[in-house]
């Protein structure tokens, strides 16, 4: 199990754990309930979770660039530090 910040392009990894908690903030923009659910929901809608398979396309300077099912997917370093998976042959 590692991180997937730490794939090399051209590598595929089907991901394990995505250990982001939800994060609650307070919200004035007066079309919800004031509670927003942020960092782990958009990472469910961006469909990074537990089984999934992702390609590492973009591994260098500034964001990752994955491929998750049909789609490219940008994401942060950080971000993609807390996501842990395993390397596919």
Do not use: W, Y
């Not at 199990?1 to 730490?6: G, R």
């Not at 919200?27 to 990472?43: A, K, V, Y």
């Not at 789609?71 to 842990?84: E, N, P, Q, T, V």
């Amino acid at each position: 199990m590692m991180p997937l910040a730490l794939l090399s392009p051209g590598e595929s990894a089907e991901i394990l754990s995505v250990n982001i908690h939800l994060e609650k903030r307070s919200c004035c923009c007066g079309q919800c309930d004031g509670r927003h659910h942020h960092r782990g929901q958009r990472t469910e809608e961006m469909g990074l979770r537990a089984g999934k398979v992702v390609e590492m396309l973009h591994n260098g300077a500034g964001p990752l660039l994955l491929r998750v099912d049909d789609a490219r997917i940008a994401l942060s370093r950080g971000m993609a530090m807390k996501i842990f998976v395993r390397r596919i042959q």
